[in-house]
């Protein structure tokens, strides 16, 4: 994978869940229609170069390669700057235990960024771009990422209304927040794209962070479902449509070949977990600031468990 350069990102905040339904989209449609059309869809995506040498990215352990791993942030910022990654999640396509799993990172989990010593992992990309928010995870959690893809904060209601809403089991607690416009009573409810996103930004519910984070991957299964529930032949619209939201350093040939490679694993959903666990982490005020703090050599084993050893944890 030849990349070269670090490059700015547009704004997105909470999302890298949209990433993953529009990936299933280029797996499950990719070999439908002609390659030229595949590939003059694929150009819609803003295309960022980062580094592939090994050392810039932090990687420091030999790792199985049909084992990949990519880094799936939605950004938090104005129009020409950075920005934080106010939602990171790992993509892992394993074709030697045949699954697809997904990991979210606690965006406040105090780990050492390069250059910045400890800080909030999601700061990490506003120090130094996709680059040094890679480098992070890599050298924190001993994994073997080298690409990513990131999505605008605006679009995530667009793209959930594109495929017609989105259906959450929501709970009375949920409900009595007062924060998912035009909703309300409890139990299975098709959301609008808008009703989705404010219920993936719940603040005042019990788990606080945690809590948001499984409703973000919530939001995701049923992304999924919807997806699959659309007729095959509608998937290369759906990629054209939704192309444009999408920066990525991954080139149009490796999308290409993921359709091909792990075309069988997306129907069989996905496999999900969060890092650090409730047991492995306790908030703490340090200067002021709130902060995860957590055994990183313990997390770091555990990842490893699960993401290339397919092990519960």
Known sequence: MGKNKTGGMGTGKKVALIIVAIIFALILGGGLYAYSYIQNTMNK?????????????????????????????????????????DS???????????R????????????DIAGHGMDKINHAYAFGGPELAIRTLNENFGL????FMSVNFTSMPEIID?????????????????QIPG?????????????????????????????????????????VVKMIQQPVTSYPGLISDLAPY????LSNQEMLDMTTKYGAL??????????PQDDDANGQMIDGVYYLVFDIPTVREKMDAYIFQDQSV
């Open 45 to 85: 995506m803003d295309k960022v170069d980062i580094s592939d040498n090994a050392q810039d990215l932090g990687i420091t352990e030999n790792k199985n390669g049909e084992i990949v791993n990519i880094a799936l942030y939605g950004i938090d910022a104005a129009e020409g700057e950075t920005g934080r990654s």
């Open 88 to 98: 990171i999640m790992i993509l892992t396509l394993d074709n030697v235990h045949n």
């Open 100 to 111: 697809i799993k997904l990991t979210s990172v606690m965006r406040d989990s105090y780990v």
């Open 144 to 147: 073997n990422i080298t690409d």
């Open 162 to 178: 594109m495929l017609g809403g989105v259906s959450i089991d929501i709970t009375d607690e949920e409900i009595a927040t007062g």
């Open 183 to 223: 909703l309300y009573q409890s139990g299975t409810q098709l959301l609008t794209g808008d009703q989705a996103l404010a219920y993936s930004r719940i603040r005042y519910a019990s788990g606080n962070d945690f809590k948001r984070t499984e409703r973000q991957r919530t939001v995701l299964n049923a992304l």
């Open 246 to 249: 999408i920066t990525t350093s």
């Open 266 to 275: 997306a129907k069989q959903g996905i496999k999900q977990n969060r890092f």
